[in-house]
């Protein structure tokens, strides 16, 4: 079984800066990938960034210069600094596990960016 946590959500000015972080823990295989992902109301949910074990990195061309995805492997944890944030970044976003064969989601963390 596998568990995803994810912490760092919030309210946050036009502009100003969030980091996310998604802690997993249970049966993770190497070569493994993390992501995150977004969904707003009454949208489908998107990815956002993603980072394979190995370190390789894709964006959303919506974040590309903005947002940051890194993870540490020892800690199995993967994180996402969002700077320059924007209206329409606010949405709930999920964490995702790909590993062995399968994809395992976080509960999801509230990102509202508002004046």
């Known amino acids: 079984q596998v568990q995803l946590v994810e912490s760092g959500g919030g309210l946050v000015q036009p502009g100003g800066s969030l980091r996310l972080s998604c802690a997993a823990s249970?049966?993770?295989?190497?070569?493994?990938?993390m992501a995150w992902y977004r969904q707003a109301p009454g949208n489908q949910r998107d990815m956002v960034a993603s980072?394979?074990?190995?370190?390789?990195?894709n964006y959303a061309d919506s974040v590309k210069g903005r947002f940051t995805i890194s993870r540490d492997n020892a800690k199995n944890t993967v994180y996402l600094q969002m700077n320059s944030l924007k209206p329409e970044d606010t949405a709930v976003y999920f964490c995702?596990?790909?590993?062995?064969?399968?994809?395992?989601w976080g509960q999801g963390t509230q990102v509202t960016v508002s004046s």
């Open positions: 249970g049966s993770i295989f190497s070569g493994n990938s």
């Open positions: 995702r596990l790909r590993t062995g064969g399968m994809n395992y």
């Open positions: 980072v394979a074990s190995g370190g390789s990195t």
